[in-house]
């Protein structure tokens, strides 16, 4: 059998604060793509980044005592998903499709496209 090498890689990037939420549509896009894909085509790979705290400490009475504070916490959790892809038409079709589907959450997100060429 003939050693296929890959010709385009998309690497996508959601964070957001509720980790119920990524991981569910992380999981879909996976499954949605591999309904359409064969593993010989598209290649996907998911990624779990560390999380992100951001605590803020906020004095309750800032002139009469000090040493009542409050802190609050932000949490933010991220996932990356890398797809190889072995044709243009699947790239093309596989970009727009994240690109409509992410348009429409309040994800963030940061898709980005390389072109993967070959020693001679």
């Given at each position: 059998?003939?050693n296929?090498?890959?010709?385009?890689q998309?690497?996508?990037?959601?964070?957001y604060?509720?980790?119920?939420?990524?991981?569910k549509?992380?999981?879909?896009?996976i499954?949605?793509?591999?309904?359409?894909?064969?593993e010989?085509?598209v290649v996907l790979?998911?990624?779990?980044?560390?999380l992100?705290?951001?605590?803020?400490?906020?004095?309750k009475?800032p002139h009469?005592?000090?040493?009542?504070?409050?802190q609050?916490?932000?949490?933010?959790y991220?996932?990356?998903?890398?797809?190889?892809?072995?044709?243009?038409?699947?790239f093309?079709?596989i970009y727009?499709?994240l690109?409509?589907?992410?348009?429409k959450?309040?994800?963030?997100?940061?898709?980005?496209?390389?072109?993967?060429y070959?020693?001679?």
């Amino acid at each position: 059998m003939k050693n296929k090498s890959f010709k385009y890689q998309l690497f996508l990037k959601l964070s957001y604060y509720d980790f119920s939420l990524i991981d569910k549509l992380i999981n879909s896009l996976i499954s949605i793509l591999n309904s359409f894909f064969d593993e010989e085509k598209v290649v996907l790979s998911k990624i779990t980044f560390p999380l992100k705290k951001n605590i803020i400490t906020v004095l309750k009475s800032p002139h009469v005592s000090k040493k009542s504070r409050e802190q609050f916490k932000k949490s933010i959790y991220s996932f990356g998903l890398s797809i190889k892809i072995l044709e243009i038409n699947d790239f093309k079709f596989i970009y727009y499709f994240l690109m409509n589907s992410l348009k429409k959450t309040n994800f963030k997100f940061n898709l980005k496209s390389k072109v993967l060429y070959e020693r001679k």
